[in-house]
């Protein structure tokens, strides 16, 4: 049975305590400097065919003159869409991006003509829990895994070509899939091509290509203005969007860029949906990211708690300084 995908979850604030923050430390994240972005930042580019994921990156990394950079999740070299490049300390965040839900749209070819409705009611078959084998040319291990098709949407076809949208959880392969399909039809079948929508928080509407990153650059270095790179470039915090957020005090802040972790007095609110050993952020009263942690407490724990530890450090992601040390 399909589930409703994690980014039309919606959650809601539940406050524990409230409290100031300091304006005189930390700093919202749309306000950044620029020299920050490009040290905290995410861009969010739209892949074109040909290269590989890998190369995209080494493209970005070279023009912004960085020393690391990543991505949020491959690409294959003909397959065009959503990549986010994470920028030097907001590779980081690839952790929350890897696992995130993934959208595409693909064009299956089936080795004989077939009607619409056969074809229509063959994808239907593949919604809700599926066992996948990576294909032969993947670069992981084929053993056997299950992953999960949140929606297909079938858009227009005939012939032989079917275009369709499908929302799927992380690692799911559409070329697999539509060779099932094609299984199912008794005719056989293949991807034609693809192109992905979404990946986890970032789509394909807010994308850039790397024309308009060049263009961008050009101005910033050549006429010194800032606010068309500015504009490419979002706050690594646009990563997390979809982890279950919890908020906290300016003097918990700095123990938890030390590793420690996160104990309830320190929390001031958090949102709906946390349950034990999920994956959240933990974040400053300005929306700022500090960690990324794993919940040892459900939300309902958080809330009648006065003590104990809620949530263990997996990834700090502030550096350490950013708030005054008060422990």
């Given amino acids: 049975m399909a589930t409703t995908p994690p980014w039309e979850l919606r959650r809601e604030i539940i406050v524990k305590d409230e409290e100031e923050t300091d304006p005189e430390y930390g700093c919202p994240p749309e306000e950044r400097p620029l020299k920050d972005l490009l040290r905290f930042g995410i861009i ?187 504009r490419l470039i979002q706050p690594m915090e646009a990563a997390l969007e979809l982890l279950p957020k919890i908020y906290i005090r300016d003097s918990a802040v700095d123990a938890l860029c030390h590793g420690a972790a996160l104990a309830v007095p320190g929390i001031l609110r958090f949102e709906s949906g946390i349950e034990r050993g999920t994956m959240v952020a933990v974040m400053t009263q300005k929306g700022e990211a500090v960690t990324i942690s794993r919940a040892l407490m459900s939300g309902k724990e958080i809330l009648k708690a006065e003590h104990g530890l809620a949530a263990k450090t997996l990834r700090v992601l502030m550096p350490r300084g950013t708030y005054p040390r008060t422990w």
């Fill in 44 to 230: 969010n580019l739209d892949k074109p065919p040909g290269p590989t994921s890998h190369e995209v990156v080494a493209w970005v990394k070279r023009l912004l003159v960085l020393d690391k950079a990543g991505h949020g999740g491959t690409l294959d070299p003909k397959v065009t869409g959503v990549l986010p490049i994470v920028l030097e300390e907001a590779t980081k965040v690839v952790q929350a991006l890897l696992p995130s839900g993934k959208e595409y749209v693909c064009i299956l070819r089936t080795h004989r003509e077939e009607s619409e409705d056969r074809v229509r009611e063959a994808l239907k078959l593949f919604e809700g829990e599926i066992w996948q084998r990576p294909p032969l040319r993947s670069s992981v291990s084929r053993r056997l895994r299950k992953r999960r098709i949140y929606r297909i949407e079938y858009l227009e076809g005939n012939g032989r070509d079917f275009l369709f949208k499908v929302a799927c959880s992380a690692g799911t392969y559409i070329r697999k899939l539509c060779y099932d399909v094609g299984e199912v039809l008794g005719c056989g079948a293949h991807m034609r091509e693809l192109r992905r929508t979404r990946s986890g928080p970032f789509t394909e509407r807010g994308s850039h290509t790397m024309y308009k990153l060049v263009d961008a650059v050009d101005l910033w270095r050549e006429e010194g203005e800032e606010e068309p790179l500015r």
